[in-house]
């Protein structure tokens, strides 16, 4: 087999989980399937499966090289599609990254609604609450909530998120409603930071900050906003994190006319024109329901 070949034998190894399965998927011997992967680890210099009498299974630099390798062969496969003058049609695998509660609330549904619609397309998603490094990591598609920074990224825009502080029916009763961001330094905070250590400063319209008492600090959002909603304090979120308890009334929004602006919200893919059709298709997919969601055009609550 000449190297191509050799990438097909990967992958079909790793879906397979076996040889003698894989050499029957692509039409040939086991053997030769075995000399195929032997060439492309000496070529490469690692081992990218480990096997045994019972199992073959990926290294960890296997699964990164997998990764990389069905990208290639899925833009290969795009390309000659494209040079034959057919159509593309949307199949294969797809990993989409976002935020986790969002991608829980917005983005898990549209996925199986695309699924539906797209059955030769397979979806990996990865919700993370961190910078995932698309090409580095094997992604296809992100949904960003950022002010994005220049980049060979093409960005697609679908919205955008309010920036509130929130409170409790409960607290606000019982501690008053705040009507500036100084009034803030006399009410209790659930604060957020990454690290779950120090809270970030609460930044308001015309540079104004606020430092309000923070008895809890959480690096989860759902946490500071069930506290919020347990009369713990008021909380800062986006609209969509606290949009449930906004909607059922266990929760109300404080300083509305001193918000920040909005921050945008964008579906990212590094490919522009010419991505693959299945990239083309679900950024198409997702775009209509994301600009269709209320949170995202400034209401929903």
């Known amino acids: 087999m000449d190297h191509l070949h050799s990438l097909r034998a990967l992958v079909a190894v790793a879906d397979a989980g076996g040889f003698a399965a894989a050499a029957r998927r692509l039409a040939c011997s086991p053997p030769a399937v075995t000399r195929a992967i032997a060439a492309l680890e000496g070529r490469l210099g690692v081992l990218l499966l480990q096997r045994s009498t ?36 949307a199949q294969g695998l797809l990993a989409i990254t976002a935020p986790q509660m969002f991608g829980r609330l917005h983005v898990a549904p549209l996925i199986a609604d695309f699924l539906r619609a797209q059955p030769r397309v397979q979806m990996r998603s990865l919700f993370v609450d961190r910078l995932v490094h698309l090409l580095d990591e094997g992604m296809d598609v992100a949904v960003r909530i950022a002010h994005l920074p220049d980049s060979g990224l093409t960005a697609l825009p679908v ?17 008053g409603r705040p009507l500036t961001p100084q009034d803030l330094d006399r009410h209790q905070a659930i604060g ?4 779950a250590l120090t809270p970030k400063p609460w930044r308001f319209r015309d540079g104004q900050v606020a430092h309000p008492r923070t008895a809890w600090v959480s690096n989860n959002n ?55 059709a299945k990239v083309r298709t679900f950024i198409e997919f997702a775009a209509e329901r994301l600009r269709a969601e209320p949170i995202l055009q400034g209401g929903g609550f």
């Not at 919205?159 to 501690?175: F, I, K, M, T």
């Open 54 to 89: 019972r199992s073959v299974r990926l290294t960890e630099t296997g699964e990164r090289f997998l990764l990389d390798c069905r990208r290639i062969l899925a833009e290969l496969d795009e390309a000659e599609r494209a040079a034959a003058g057919v159509q593309g049609e």
């Open 192 to 195: 957020f930071s990454f690290d």
């Open 222 to 276: 759902e946490v500071s906003i069930a506290a919020a909603e347990a009369g713990q304090g008021l909380t800062r979120c986006l609209a969509y994190q606290a949009a449930e308890g906004l909607r059922a009334g266990r929760l109300r929004v404080l300083l509305e006319e001193f918000e920040l602006p909005p921050v945008p919200v964008h579906i990212v893919y590094p490919a522009g024109r010419r991505a693959p």
């Open 159 to 175: 919205g955008s998120l309010r920036r509130l502080v929130v409170a409790s029916p409960d607290y606000l009763a019982r501690e």
